[in-house]
């Protein structure tokens, strides 16, 4: 069981937290509207996307882990915007937790790690699209410093249902 006390550790993410990485996502894939992805993964098949966020570059990949335990409770990554030449000083960003995780601030200290690590990049912009309910992730990134810029209505279609999808930006 863990406490609201646990000691927790940010630092990149490697191929050893492979396994943990796509169990995390694959909650949010079965659970979920957060992320529209409707086919769970296998750690094989999100090896290309851990292997695209190398511990240096524009393009991150943060985990927040238990000091002790090292079990990872979540993780934040920097990715590409578009794949498009001009878009390259702007990045996508996003969070995942550990359902159990929420609210004990991990995210903060993942965006906060993630952030910092990305002050020296040729950066211009960070956007996060946000599937719409989500309350505690459009507080997050106005912590952060992100400003809600538009709304896409019902663009995505998961549960049999469709999702809104705010769009918030940040300058880097």
């Given amino acids: 069981m863990m406490t609201e006390r646990t000691e927790v550790q940010v630092r990149p993410g490697v191929e050893a937290d492979l396994k943990a990485l796509t169990d995390i996502y694959n909650h949010y894939v079965r659970e979920t509207p957060i992320t ?3 086919t769970v993964f296998t750690p094989e098949e999100r090896r290309p996307w851990l292997l695209s966020h190398p511990e240096d570059g524009p393009h991150l990949l943060k985990v927040a882990a238990d000091a002790v335990s090292q079990e990872i409770l ?3 990554t920097s990715s ?3 794949p498009k030449p001009a878009y390259e000083t702007s990045v996508e960003v ?4 550990a359902p159990h995780a929420g609210g004990r601030g991990i995210g903060t200290l993942l965006y906060k790690a993630l952030f910092e690590a990305l002050a020296g990049q040729d950066l211009h912009r960070a956007y996060a699209g946000i599937a ?3 309350e ?5 990134h106005e912590r952060f410093g992100f400003r809600h810029v538009g709304t ?3 663009v995505g279609r998961k549960f049999g249902r469709y999702w809104d999808v705010a769009w ?3 300058e880097l």
Avoid at 94 to 97: A, E, G, M, P, V
């Fill in 80 to 82: 590409p915007f578009r």
């Fill in 74 to 76: 979540g993780y934040a």
């Fill in 136 to 140: 505690a992730s459009a507080r997050l």
């Fill in 36 to 38: 529209f992805d409707t």
């Fill in 132 to 134: 719409q309910p989500n």
């Fill in 152 to 154: 896409y209505e019902e």
């Fill in 94 to 97: 996003t969070i995942y937790l």
């Fill in 168 to 170: 918030y930006e940040k």
